[in-house]
C-alpha cells in the first residue's frame, strides 16, 4: 500500500465519522414521531406529509415548508409485502386507502398518487439520504466536493462511473420471464425447478431439513440464456431479483467492493425470499494469488466479502444466489466449496432440436413465410448460440422490412445467417484486381481441396467479398451435429485449411499474408491432436496439456506445466511439424493434380465474387469457368431462389441417417 492509498484511506474514514455524527445528531434533534400505519397514510394522503422515503419496511415522512423539515414521522410497515418497487409502495397505499374509506367513509381521497408528493425516494439503506434532509446544505456540497476531489486524484485523468456509496444493484420484482421463454434446455430447467420450488415456500424444505444449495453456478458460452435462466426462475417463483456483474465490484478503491457486496446482501436479505444474479462473477471470483505483481487487495476482499456473506446463509433463509460465467477454469476453488456455490449447472450451446426450438420461441411474434422450415434452419446453423439465433431472426426481420416484404422467408434467413457468422458484408470496401485474383486463389484453394478430402464438410459458399476483417470465405457446414471429430477428419480440416496458402503458392508464385488466420488455426488443431488427443503415435496416448487457458500469471512460475522434459517439447514440436507439412504435401499434390479446377473457379470467382453449392459442383465435375458463368446469369436473370433447396433434397446418406435419427428421438 503507498502513501497516496494511506491518506485516501484515512480521508474516508474521516468522512465516515462526519457521517456517523451527523446521523447522531439528527436522532437527537430530529426525533421523529412513530405512527400507526392509518395515521402515517391519512396523512399522506391529507397532504401533511409531503416528502416519503421507503427503506424497505420503514418508512419516513416530512412535513417540508418552504425547504425546511418541521416534522417527521416514522411508520413500520408490515415485512410481509415487497417494497422494492415504485408500483408496489403506490398500490400498497391505496389498498390502505381503501380499507380505510370503508371504516371511515368520506374521510379519505379515493385514489393516492406518488406523483403527488413533492419527494419520494427508495432510500438505499446505507446510504443516509434520512440524514441529508437534515443536514444543512452546505454540509452535503462539501461532502460530495471532498468525495469528487479524492476520486480526482486517484482516478488520474477522470474516468467517471464511481458511485462509492450505491449497491449498484439492479432489483426486479414481478419479472415476466418464465422457463417457457428459454427452449431447448430442458435439463437445466428441470435442475432449477427445484430451486424455483424451495423459493416458493422455503419453509416446506426447512421443516424436512433439506439442505437447499445456497449458490448456483451457471456455467456456458456467451450467449447461451444464462441470465435468461435466472431471471426466469425469478420470474416463476415470483420473487425479486436482485442482478448485479461482478465487474461493477471491481473499483480502484479498496474497500468499495466489499461494502457493495455487503450492502447487496443487506438489501437481499430485507426482501427474502429473492435471487441475487452475480453475471460474470470470474472478475471478482478469479483464483486469489494469481495474477502478477499483486496488487489485487480489491478483488480479492470484493470475494472474501461474498464468501462471508454465502457462510452466514441461514439453512432456511430464503436467498439463492445464481451466478453466471464462461470461465469456471479461473475460479477461486473457494468458491465451489460446500454452502457456496455447490450446484454446478452446465448451459451449452443448443443441439439441432434446441436450435429449432429457440428459432420458434423468437418468431412467435413476427410473421414468418409458410415455406420457411425451422428444421432446416437450425440443421445449418450448428454451433449457434441461443443469443445469435435470435439475432439471425432480428438480422431476416430487418431485411425483409428493407425490402418491403410483410413476410420473413428463407432469403432474408439465410442471409441472416451469413451476417451474423460473419460481421456486416463489406461491399464498399475497395479491392484492386490483383487483390482480387489472389483472394479468389486462395479461397478457391479452399474449396477445392474441401471437396476432395472426403472428410470435410460440404462447402456451401465461397466468396470473395470481404466480411469482418476477412477478404473472402468458404463456408462448409455440417450436415450433422457431430461434435466428435476423427483423426483421418482433422488431417483433411488441416489440409483444407492450408488450401489457401498452397493455392497462393503454386499460382501467383508469392505468398501474402491474408493466410496468417488460417496457419493459426492449423496450428491450433495439430498441437491439440499432439497433445491432447493423443493422436501422435511418437508419443502415445499421453495428454500432455490441459484444455485450460493460459490465464495471467497461473503458469508463469510453474514452467513444467504438463510436467515432460524438454525431450519431450521438442519432440510434441516435430510431431506438431509433422502434421501439418504432411498435410501441406498432400495439398500441393491435389491442388497440383487439379489445377484447371482451380483456375476454373477463380476465374468464376473473380467474375461473380460469390458462388454456391450447385456452381461448386459443376467446377468440380470439370465444367469451364466460361460454361459456369452463362449458367449463372441465365439463372440470375430469375430471382434467386430458396436457397435452402439443395440442403432439403436429402442428396447423401448423411440426410437419410439424421432423419431416423430424429424419429428415434420422437419415440422416447
Ligand atoms: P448469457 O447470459 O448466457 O450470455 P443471455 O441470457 O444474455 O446469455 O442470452 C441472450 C439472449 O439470447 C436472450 O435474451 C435470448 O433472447 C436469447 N437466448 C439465449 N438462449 C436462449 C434460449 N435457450 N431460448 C430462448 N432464447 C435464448
Ligand atoms: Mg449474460
Ligand atoms: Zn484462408
Not at 266 to 295: H, S, T, Y
Not at 304 to 320: K, P, T
Not at 525 to 534: D, E, L, P, Y
Not at 539 to 568: I, K
Request: contains cysteine; proline residues 4%; glycine residues 8%.
Amino acid at each position: 500500500m503507498n502513501k497516496k492509498t494511506k491518506t485516501i484511506i484515512w480521508i474516508i474514514v474521516a468522512i465516515f465519522a462526519i457521517v456517523l455524527v451527523g446521523i447522531l445528531i439528527s436522532n437527537i434533534f430530529g426525533s421523529a414521531k412513530t405512527l400507526t400505519i392509518p395515521e402515517f397514510i391519512g396523512k399522506l394522503a391529507s397532504g401533511e406529509i409531503n416528502e416519503l422515503y421507503v427503506d424497505a419496511h420503514k418508512w419516513t415522512g416530512y412535513t417540508v415548508v418552504d425547504g425546511r423539515v418541521t416534522v417527521a414521522y416514522t411508520v413500520t410497515m408490515p415485512s410481509i409485502y415487497d417494497f422494492s418497487s415504485f408500483q408496489a409502495v403506490e398500490e400498497y397505499i391505496n389498498d390502505c386507502l381503501k380499507q380505510l374509506a370503508q371504516i371511515n367513509p368520506g374521510s379519505y381521497p379515493e385514489s393516492f398518487s406518488l406523483m403527488m408528493l413533492s419527494r419520494f425516494e427508495m432510500a438505499d439503506p446505507n446510504a443516509g439520504s434520512v440524514w441529508s434532509s437534515f443536514m444543512p446544505l452546505l454540509g452535503v456540497v462539501l461532502v460530495s466536493l471532498m468525495f469528487w476531489l479524492i476520486m480526482r486524484s486517484a482516478a488520474g485523468a477522470g474516468s467517471g462511473n464511481m458511485s462509492i456509496n450505491k449497491t449498484k444493484a439492479h432489483v426486479q420484482s414481478n419479472l415476466k420471464v418464465r422457463f417457457s421463454d428459454v427452449a431447448g434446455a430442458e435439463e437445466e430447467k428441470e435442475e432449477l425447478a427445484e430451486v424455483v420450488e424451495f423459493l416458493k415456500s422455503p419453509k416446506k424444505f426447512a421443516v424436512l431439513g433439506a439442505r437447499i444449495p445456497s449458490g448456483v453456478l451457471l456455467v456456458g458460452p456467451p450467449g447461451t440464456g444464462k441470465t435468461l435462466f435466472a431471471k426466469a426462475v425469478a420470474g416463476e417463483a415470483g420473487v425479486p431479483f436482485f442482478s448485479v456483474s461482478g465487474s461493477d465490484f471491481v473499483e480502484m478503491y479498496v474497500g468499495v467492493g466489499a461494502k457493495r457486496v455487503r450492502d447487496l446482501f443487506d438489501m437481499a436479505k430485507k426482501n427474502q425470499p429473492c435471487i441475487i444474479f452475480i453475471d460474470e462473477i470470474d472478475a471478482v471470483g478469479r483464483r486469489r494469488g494469481a495474477g502478477l505483481g499483486g496488487g489485487h487487495d480489491e478483488r480479492e476482499q470484493t470475494l472474501n466479502q461474498i464468501l462471508v456473506q454465502m457462510d452466514g446463509f441461514e439453512a432456511n433463509d430464503g436467498i439463492i444466489v445464481i451466478a453466471a460465467t464462461n470461465r469456471e477454469d479461473i475460479l477461486d476453488p473457494a468458491l465451489l466449496r460446500p454452502g457456496r456455490f455447490d450446484r454446478r449447472i452446465n448451459v451449452n450451446l443448443p443441439d439441432v432440436k434446441g436450435r429449432e426450438q429457440i428459432l420458434k420461441v423468437h418468431a412467435r411474434n413476427k410473421p414468418m413465410a409458410t415455406d420457411v422450415n425451422f428444421k432446416t434452419v437450425a440443421r445449418i446453423t450448428a454451433g449457434f448460440s441461443g443469443a445469435e439465433l435470435a439475432n439471425l431472426l432480428n438480422e431476416a426481420a430487418i431485411l425483409a422490412a428493407r425490402a418491403g416484404k410483410k413476410e420473413i422467408g428463407n432469403l432474408e434467413l439465410y442471409d441472416g445467417i451469413n451476417k451474423v457468422l460473419m460481421g456486416p458484408q463489406k461491399k464498399s470496401r475497395v479491392v484492386t484486381e490483383s487483390d482480387k485474383r489472389c483472394t479468389a486463389y486462395h479461397e478457391a484453394g479452399h474449396a477445392v481441396l474441401a471437396c476432395l478430402c472426403k472428410n470435410c464438410d460440404p462447402v456451401h459458399e465461397v466468396s470473395i467479398i470481404p466480411r469482418g476483417r476477412a477478404a473472402g470465405y468458404t463456408m462448409t457446414r455440417p450436415e450433422t451435429d457431430d461434435n466428435d471429430v476423427s483423426y483421418n477428419k482433422l488431417n483433411d480440416i488441416i489440409c483444407m485449411t492450408l488450401g489457401g496458402r498452397v493455392a497462393e503458392e503454386l499460382v501467383i508464385q508469392d505468398v501474402t499474408t491474408g493466410a496468417s488466420a488460417d496457419l493459426q488455426h492449423v496450428s491450433n488443431i495439430a498441437r491439440r491432436m499432439v497433445t491432447q488427443w493423443g493422436m501422435s503415435d511418437k508419443l502415445g496416448l499421453v495428454a500432455y496439456d490441459s484444455d485450460q487457458p493460459v490465464f495471467m500469471g497461473m503458469e508463469y512460475g510453474n514452467q513444467s506445466r504438463g510436467g515432460y522434459s524438454q525431450e519431450t517439447a521438442a519432440t510434441i514440436d516435430s510431431e506438431i511439424r509433422r502434421l501439418i507439412s504432411e498435410a501441406h504435401e498432400r495439398a500441393i499434390k491435389l491442388l497440383k493434380e487439379n489445377r484447371s479446377i482451380l483456375d476454373n473457379m477463380s476465374r468464376v470467382l473473380v467474375e461473380k465474387e460469390t458462388i454456391y453449392t450447385e456452381e461448386v459442383q459443376m467446377l468440380m465435375k470439370g465444367a469451364d469457368y466460361k460454361e459456369v458463368i452463362a449458367y449463372m446469369d441465365e439463372r440470375d436473370g430469375a430471382p434467386r431462389k430458396n436457397p435452402f433447396v439443395n440442403m432439403t433434397t436429402p442428396s447423401s446418406e448423411h440426410v437419410v441417417e439424421e432423419e431416423t435419427q430424429e424419429q428415434d428421438n420422437k419415440e422416447e
